[in-house]
């Protein structure tokens, strides 16, 4: 029977979620206890809480680069926790953008082909249009052709956007975005996030120990000893 898709005003959508690390000589940590949540299509979802707290393993689940003890992720219609490894690569290529803090890029590539790698690793043409306007929209159009190395950090961190949003895909995650840039990059970088989602109905999910980025946001879930707190946990109930 085929897994029941969640329905399209929700892109993300998770329930029952529970990871365990465990290490010899160390006692079990469970950084994620039951999570369930969803986020909205067009808006900017920000998963708050202190170091240690488990907002980033629970966004590693959500993004299917973690794999869950327990409970089930859907992103974009697709079920991520029944995939096979082969089939969970591709789908984070085709569905899914991922915004590093530390911005991952290639350093022996220029801006262009760091920010076209993701698609072209999976034999799709880059649509030239889409990564123009991006590029211009992030302010980087007269970067392109310059290595890593040769940008701001500011820039670094548009570039990484770029190549997260270029696929079109069904919702980007954002591991502190901010957290290496100044405050007048952050609040530039926030604003073209939050229009990104506002204006062409991106789903964004952004980990953040910022209050500053938790108040831009437009819903908040508090995490807490691997548990989500208060009335912002959104408790979906799939079949």
Request: glycine residues 10%; aromatic residues 2%.
């Amino acid at each position: 029977m085929p897994s029941p898709v969640p329905p399209p005003e929700s892109p993300v959508v998770a329930e029952g979620l529970t990871k365990t690390f465990r290490r010899a000589g160390h006692s079990p940590v469970r950084a994620v206890d039951d999570v369930s949540l969803t986020a909205r299509t067009g808006a900017v979802t920000a998963i708050t809480g202190p170091s240690g707290s488990g907002k980033t393993t629970l966004l590693q689940l959500l993004a299917g680069l973690e794999r869950p003890d327990a409970g089930r992720v859907h992103v974009g219609g697709v079920e991520l926790t029944r995939l096979g490894e082969r089939r969970l690569a591709a789908v984070r290529r085709q569905r899914i953008g991922f915004v590093f803090q530390a911005f991952n890029l290639m350093p022996s590539l220029s801006a262009r082909d760091n920010i076209t790698l993701p698609v072209e690793l999976d034999g799709r043409a880059v649509d030239e249009d889409r990564l123009a306007q991006l590029a211009e929209r992030l302010g980087i159009a007269d970067r392109l052709d310059h290595l890593p190395s040769e940008l701001s950090g500011g820039q670094q961190q548009r570039v990484a956007v770029a190549r997260a949003v270029l696929a079109d895909p069904a919702v980007v995650f954002a591991d502190e975005p901010t957290g290496a840039l100044d405050r007048h990059a952050a609040t530039a970088l926030l604003d073209l996030l939050g229009g990104l989602a506002h204006d062409h109905g991106l789903t964004l999910v952004v980990v953040t120990h910022d209050p500053g980025v938790a108040a831009w946001a437009d819903d908040v879930l508090a995490m807490d000893e691997g548990r989500l707190a208060g009335a912002a946990a959104v408790q979906p109930a799939l079949p």
